[in-house]
């Protein structure tokens, strides 16, 4: 019981984690989105690309958190109760969720970034 809680909350941190930096890394390219956006590029294809970056940053960062955790749960394969060490209900629904949360975090700063003008969001550097 204690194990699930901790890694609730380890999965939730994680999030937060995961959140902060692809929004933080997307809101820095405001200038970028402006110029795009200036020059006649279209607030779909810019947010399709936005998502379409983030989303290979996020495969990478999800292959090598896969398979950090599949070597590691070898070690704490005692502390499992009724699961294997490579659970793929688990690792499947964590991939999920955190894919999710990158996406959203991709999505909203870029299409915060195609609403505003784009002269405002020249000047904002």
Do not use: K
Not at 57 to 68: F, K, M, R
């Amino acid at each position: 019981m204690l194990v699930s809680l901790f890694a609730g909350v380890a999965m939730m941190l994680a999030a937060a984690g995961i959140y902060g930096v692809m929004a933080y890394s997307v809101a820095q390219r405001t200038r970028e989105i402006g110029i795009r956006m200036a020059i006649g590029a279209q607030p779909r294809a810019v947010v399709a690309m936005v998502i379409r970056q983030s989303a290979a940053w996020t495969l990478a960062g999800l292959a090598l958190g896969l398979g950090g955790a599949a070597a590691t749960m070898r070690y704490l394969q005692g502390l499992l109760f009724g699961l294997t060490p490579l659970d793929p209900p688990t690792f499947a629904a964590a991939s999920v969720a955190f894919v999710i949360v990158a996406t959203a975090a991709a999505y909203l700063p870029a299409r915060r970034a195609t609403a505003i003008d784009p002269s405002m969001a020249l000047r904002t550097e």
